[in-house]
Nanobody, 125 residues
């Protein structure tokens, strides 16, 4: 079993920055793909960013490219999402996800086995 705990969400003005963290426990963190998804009210959960097992390959949703950066620290069992130049449309609950069965970053929710509880990000205009 894997436990994922997100932190770092909050309220920020447009153009500001936030850094989300997701701490994992219960399994060998460094062997698995980690990704961030988000879900806005009334919308489906969507892929935001992902990073492969050893951190040399990343993927981003088009609207966040150049603004968001995903990083992982396997020694701390933690994955981060650095979000810069935030926009009101980035407002959502952000979830980290743990992919035990995949070797590359995938963008579908069904590919991931464990999820955090989510952290709210609100960007005011």
């Amino acid at each position: 079993q894997v436990q994922l705990v997100e932190s770092g969400g909050g309220l920020v003005q447009a153009g500001g920055s936030l850094r989300l963290s997701c701490a994992a426990s219960g399994r060998t963190f460094g062997s698995y793909v980690m990704s961030w998804f988000r879900q806005a009210p009334g919308k489906e959960r969507e892929f935001v960013a992902g990073i492969n097992r050893i951190g040399q390959s990343t993927a981003y949703e088009d609207s966040v490219k150049g603004r968001f950066t995903i990083l992982r620290d396997n020694a701390k069992n933690t994955v981060y999402l650095q979000m810069n130049k935030l926009k009101p449309e980035d407002t959502a609950v952000y979830f980290c996800a743990f992919g035990a069965r995949i070797g590359v970053v995938l963008t579908t929710t069904s590919a991931y086995d464990y999820w955090g509880q989510g952290t709210q990000v609100t960007v005011s205009s």
